[in-house]
Nanobody, 116 residues
Framework: QVQQVESGGGLVQPGGSLTLSCAVS????????MAWYRQPPGKQREEVAR????????NYAVAVRGRFTISRDNAKNTVYLQMNNLKAEDTAVYYC?????????WGQGTQVTVSS
């Protein structure tokens, strides 16, 4: 059973922007901290940003701070990741999930490729 569906990835030039969306099953979204993760080619998955259940508190990995913005729409059970000034090192498959991972599973992710 898929708990979350990520979308919005694509190919973008360095310096460009993308907005990712993640639609989450209500039972896994409501009242939970949500996070975006990414897995670069050949590397382990890492957390890039998280947001509190109410949306008032956010935290970012050092590598994306000041460039990425996480947000959520609790009425739509959706979490977003606005990515600006993208760099080649941002190339990865991006996933969203609850914190902690209460479902024990991951969605299919969305590929972000930053290349000229």
């Amino acid at each position: 059973q898929v708990q979350q569906v990520e979308s919005g990835g694509g190919l973008v030039q360095p310096g460009g922007s993308l907005t990712l969306s993640c639609a989450v099953s209500r039972s896994f979204f409501s009242g939970r901290v949500m996070a975006w993760y990414r897995q670069p080619p050949g590397k382990q998955r890492e957390e890039v940003a998280r947001i509190s259940s109410g949306g008032g508190t956010t935290n970012y990995a050092v590598a994306v701070r000041g460039r990425f913005t996480i947000s959520r729409d609790n009425a739509k059970n959706t979490v977003y990741l606005q990515m600006n000034n993208l760099k080649a090192e941002d190339t990865a498959v991006y996933y969203c999930n609850t914190v902690p991972n209460v479902s024990g599973s991951w969605g299919q992710g969305t590929q972000v490729t930053v290349s000229s």
